[in-house]
Each structure stands twice: as structure tokens, then as C-alpha cells.
């Protein structure tokens, strides 16, 4: 099956392209780097051509309002795309519970994303993911101090890179689910635990202090950004994968 990874050198694309080479699948990693630019649509139709399937892991380079003209551009550029050239099958990643944070612009603009795709002519699999283990020291920097980092208590259910891509490659090579794929990990964990968890495994002395106003993630009511019945959970645990990262 000849497959287009947009996105395709990024943290999860590159696993994703791996991990379907591996199985047999001709792939192509389409991102700006090989000239495949969303926004313009350049370099587009020569990405897809012959493709049976896209997985697209591409992001918005930023995270305010104007991530939503980011994804409705390369999404209609992408569908477009997608349909001259006889996809059969596209694949989106997202975040679970997405839609059930309206105060966050990159959430709403990640929801518009999800709309266009159902919109769109071709069958579809939406893939939504919880936060990536490997983003936990950004968002920790978004509060820290030199004494202590500041953080909501937010539940989680985390995940690795690793078991994302495991899940795309899984979702691309099967039929359509014209509908929506949860995926996390396997450990409900709120994110100041998280936070103390990490900082103990670096040998960090700061301290970490609930505030639920603190970061991104004081928009979260409840545990909206954990999943729901049917999820499938991932192997890796974060303290397993902190070990590991921390070895390497």
C-alpha cells in the first residue's frame, strides 16, 4: 500500500514512516523540508499521487487564534489534494477530549480541523491522543520558577510518542473508521503528580505547588482530557519511559 505521511519528519511522523516501512508499505514522508508546503499547496499533488492513504501529523506553528486559519488552509488544501488524486482513506492525529475545552484557541482550532475532515468527500479515521510524555518539561517550563513550578492538578492519562505512532500505523493500514480512535496511556496521573514524578527522577529539588490557574492547562475542567469507554491504552508506563529517557 503506497501511504503519505504529512508531517512526515516530525517526532511522531518519523516513527510513523518507520514503523510502516518496516511492514512493507511504500511511504512517503511529505513535509516542507522535501517541498510539500499545506498553506500554499505546493508540491501537494506530487506527495499524493498513487497514495491509497494520507496520515497527516502536520501542527500549527502556533498555538493562538491563528492556528484556526492554519487548519482550515491545509486541511481544504489537503482534502483537495486528497480527492484529485483518488485517496481512499485519510487519517488525522488529535487530542482527546479536544472539544470539550472551548477556552483554548488550539483546542477549537484542532476541533475545526475534525469538522473539515467529516466534512470532506473521503472516508476517515480520527486519532485522538493524550499529551506525549515527551512535552512534560515544556509544559512544566510554562510555570517554573528557580524555587518551584506551578501547576494545575489536572487529570491525565499521558502517553508515549512511541505507542502514538504504534496506533497511526495500526489506523492506516486498516479500513476507514469514519469516526474517532481514543488512545492513552495506561496511568491516570493529575499533573502536578506528574510534575513531582519528573523533577524526583532528574534529581530536581524544586517543588511542585498546585495552582489551578497556572499554564495552559488551567482552561481544563475535570478529567476532559482523559478517555472515554472503547480507548485503546498503550503499554508504556511514564515512570518506566522517564527511566529510559533519563538512561539514555
Known amino acids: 500500500m503506497k501511504i503519505t505521511v504529512i508531517g512526515g519528519t516530525g517526532l511522531i511522523g518519523t516513527q510513523v514512516v518507520a514503523l510502516l516501512q518496516k511492514a512493507g508499505h511504500d511511504v512517503v514522508a511529505a513535509s516542507l523540508s522535501s517541498g510539500v508546503d499545506l498553506l500554499?499547496?505546493?508540491?501537494?499533488?506530487?506527495?499524493?499521487?498513487?497514495?491509497?492513504?494520507?496520515?497527516?501529523?502536520?501542527?500549527s506553528p502556533t498555538f493562538d487564534d491563528q492556528s484556526l486559519g492554519f487548519f482550515r488552509t491545509t486541511v481544504g488544501n489537503l482534502v483537495g489534494a486528497g480527492e484529485r488524486a483518488g485517496v481512499r482513506h485519510q487519517v488525522a492525529l488529535s487530542i482527546v477530549g479536544v472539544d470539550q475545552v472551548?477556552?483554548?484557541?488550539?483546542y477549537r482550532a484542532k476541533v475545526l480541523q475534525e469538522d473539515l475532515l467529516r466534512d470532506g468527500p473521503t472516508p476517515y479515521s480520527i486519532v485522538r491522543a493524550t499529551q506525549f510524555f515527551e512535552f512534560m518539561d515544556a509544559v512544566m517550563s510554562w510555570t517554573a520558577t528557580d524555587g518551584e513550578v506551578r501547576l494545575p492538578a489536572t487529570p491525565l492519562q499521558p502517553i508515549a510518542s512511541a505507542d502514538v505512532a504504534a496506533a497511526l500505523a495500526d489506523v492506516a493500514v486498516g479500513e476507514p473508521l469514519n469516526g474517532t480512535l481514543d488512545v492513552a496511556g495506561p496511568d491516570f496521573l493529575a499533573l502536578d503528580e506528574i510534575g513531582r514524578i519528573t523533577l524526583a527522577a532528574r534529581g530536581d529539588d524544586r517543588s511542585v505547588v498546585v495552582d489551578d490557574r497556572a499554564g495552559m492547562f488551567a482552561a481544563v475542567r475535570g478529567d476532559v482530557?482523559?478517555?472515554?469507554?472503547?480507548?485503546?491504552?498503550?503499554p508504556t508506563h511514564y515512570r518506566d519511559w522517564l527511566s529510559t529517557s533519563l538512561a539514555a
Open 225 to 234: 482530557l482523559t478517555p472515554g469507554p472503547g480507548a485503546r491504552l498503550a
Open 40 to 59: 500554499t499547496g505546493a508540491g501537494l499533488d506530487e506527495a499524493l499521487a498513487g497514495a491509497h492513504t494520507v496520515v497527516n501529523v502536520s501542527n
Open 102 to 106: 472551548p477556552d483554548l484557541d488550539y
